[in-house]
């Protein structure tokens, strides 16, 4: 359960980030947010179907 956390964590890292990056106007840090969202959300993926296949 902990690795689910973490992997959810990272995406809403990179929600926050692409937000303030928004705000700010600075394109890198939008960038970059949206990199670690979507890193974030495929381990997150990727950890459910881990999940299923176990049961």
Known sequence: ????FAHSAEAT????KKVIGR???NQRLVAEGRADQ???NLKLAAAKVRDAFKR
């Open 1 to 4: 359960m902990s690795k689910k």
């Open 13 to 16: 890292k990179g929600r926050v």
């Open 23 to 25: 705000a700010t106007g």
């Open 38 to 40: 979507a890193r974030g």
